[in-house]
C-alpha cells in the first residue's frame, strides 16, 4: 500500500529533493535550461526552467540530495508587472485539499519532477506533479508554496514555503531542502530532473464580470523592451547533502533583431 | 515676487493608460490641499529600485511636474510602493515650484493596474 505524506515543510521554497542510494559524490552534475514562452521584448512571457541532475561520469549515477537551491533572476524580469498570482494561498489550504483547495487565481505556475526512489536494488522512477502558488508574503518578500504531489509507486504530498528574494543586482529564488526519506528510516529519494514553468501558459483565471464568472490567462511576467547585451542570465548554486555545491548557468540569447 | 512655501498633501485615483509591464503610465485625478487632473509614469518599479515622473495640472489652472524614486513589493493582488518625490518646475502660478524629498507612496491593483498615490510634504512656489 503507497505510503502517504502529507506535511509542511520548514523551510524555504523552490526546489524538491533529491538524494540517492550511494553515497554522495563530489562530482554530482547540474544542466539547467531556461527558455521563455513567448519570447518576444516588452512583453509578457512565460519562463520555462529545466533542470537535470546527474553523476560525473556514470550516466546511470544517481546524485546526491540536494539541500538548498538558490536560483538568481535577472532584475529585468519583475513580478509587479504580472498578474499572477492575484490570489494568496495558505499552506493549510494546500494541505487540506491539496492545489484544488487554493484559488485558482492563487496558481503562478506548473511543472514536473522525476525522482529516483532507493527502494530496493535499483532505484525505482517516479514523476510527481509540481504547483506553484503564491504564499503569503515574508515581510515584503513575496512567499512562493511549491507543492508536489506524486501517486505511485509512493504518494507523498509536500509542500515547500519558499520565498522569492530581492536584493543587489536582481532577484533570487531560495529554498533550503530537507531530506526525504523513501521509506520510514531508508535512505532519501533523488531529484534527477524538474521542469517548471512560471508564468500565463497552461493557467487559467476567473473573475466575476458582471455576476458571471469569466476565465482569462494572466499576465505573465514582463520581459524588458531592451535585451541585456549578454542576454537574460540566470545562475543557480545549489547545495548537496555531502556539503558540495554546484553552479549552473543558462542565458537566454537576444532575439534576433527584426528587418523591417 | 517672494517664495512662499505650500502644502503639497495629494491623494490620486489613476487607471492605465495602454499595457503594463515595465512602464506604467496613469492618468487620473487627485484631490487634497490642491486638486485636478494628474498623469504618472511609472518606469521599471522593483523591490529595489524604481522611477516614476508625474505632471499635475490644478482645476485653477498651471501644473507641477516632478519626479522620484521609488521601489514596490507584491502582496498578492496588490503592488505597495513608497519613495521620495521631488518637485522640479510647473507651468503657471506653479513655474517655480520646487521641492524635495516629498513623500510618494501607494498601491497598485495588479488585475486592473488601477493605482493609487499619496504625495506629502512642501513646496516652495
Same mark, same amino acid.
Given at each position: 500500500?503507497?505510503r ?15 538524494s ?16 521563455f ?56 489550504a ?14 503562478l ?54 520565498l ?39 493557467l ?19 520581459l ?14 545549489i ?8 553552479t ?6 537576444c ?6 | ?8 498633501n ?28 494628474i498623469?504618472? &509614469? ?10 516614476? *515622473? $508625474?505632471? =499635475?495640472?490644478?482645476?485653477?489652472? @498651471? +501644473? ?23 518637485v ?11 521641492? &524635495? ?6 498601491t497598485v491593483?495588479?488585475? *486592473? $493596474?488601477? =493605482?493609487?498615490?499619496?504625495?506629502? @510634504? +512642501?513646496?516652495?512656489?
Open positions: 500500500m503507497p502517504k505524506v502529507a506535511t509542511v515543510l520548514p523551510v524555504v521554497m523552490m526546489l524538491w529533493c533529491l540517492g542510494p550511494t553515497p554522495a559524490r563530489a562530482s554530482d552534475t547540474v544542466n539547467m535550461s531556461v527558455a514562452s513567448p519570447y518576444r521584448l516588452g512583453r509578457s512571457t512565460t519562463l520555462k526552467i529545466r533542470l537535470k541532475f546527474g553523476v560525473k561520469g556514470a550516466p546511470t549515477g544517481i546524485p546526491a540530495p540536494v539541500t538548498r537551491f538558490d536560483m538568481q533572476i535577472p532584475a529585468t524580469l519583475e513580478l509587479i508587472g504580472s498578474s499572477l498570482g492575484l490570489a494568496v494561498c495558505t499552506p493549510a494546500l494541505l487540506a485539499g491539496g492545489w484544488p483547495g487554493c484559488s485558482p487565481n492563487a496558481r505556475g506548473l511543472g514536473s519532477a522525476d525522482i529516483d526512489l532507493p527502494l530496493g536494488p535499483s532505484p525505482v522512477s517516479e514523476s510527481a506533479r509540481i504547483e506553484a502558488e503564491m504564499g503569503p508574503p515574508v515581510g515584503e518578500d513575496v512567499g512562493v508554496l511549491l507543492y508536489t504531489e506524486a501517486t505511485t509507486p509512493v504518494a507523498a504530498q509536500l509542500i515547500f514555503p519558499g522569492l528574494l530581492e536584493g543587489g543586482g536582481g532577484q533570487g529564488l531560495d529554498a533550503f531542502v530537507p531530506p526525504i526519506p523513501a521509506a520510514p528510516g531508508g535512505p532519501d529519494v533523488s531529484l534527477v530532473s524538474m521542469n517548471l514553468s512560471l508564468g500565463p501558459e497552461h487559467t483565471y476567473y473573475e466575476k464580470v458582471g455576476g458571471t464568472t469569466v476565465r482569462y490567462h494572466p499576465r505573465g511576467i514582463s524588458p523592451a531592451k535585451c541585456p547585451s549578454n542576454g537574460f542570465r540566470f545562475v543557480s548554486k547545495a548537496f547533502q555531502d556539503g558540495t555545491a554546484v549552473a548557468s543558462s542565458a537566454v540569447p532575439p534576433p533583431r527584426r528587418r523591417h | 515676487m517672494t517664495a512662499r512655501t505650500v502644502t503639497f495629494i491623494e490620486s485615483n489613476l487607471h492605465l493608460i495602454g499595457r503594463p509591464g515595465h512602464v506604467f503610465n496613469e492618468r487620473g485625478t487627485f484631490s487634497g490641499s490642491q486638486s485636478g487632473t498623469e504618472i &509614469r511609472f518606469t521599471s518599479v522593483t523591490h529595489t529600485s524604481g522611477e516614476a *515622473t $508625474f505632471a =499635475a495640472y490644478s482645476s485653477h489652472g @498651471g +501644473s507641477v511636474s516632478g519626479h522620484a524614486s521609488t521601489k514596490g513589493h507584491v502582496v498578492g493582488a496588490t503592488v505597495y510602493f513608497n519613495g521620495n518625490l521631488t522640479t518646475g510647473g507651468t503657471g502660478q506653479w513655474a517655480h515650484a520646487s521641492g &524635495r524629498n516629498l513623500r510618494f507612496s501607494g491593483d495588479r488585475h *486592473t $493596474f488601477n =493605482a493609487k498615490t499619496h504625495m506629502q @510634504g +512642501s513646496i516652495t512656489v
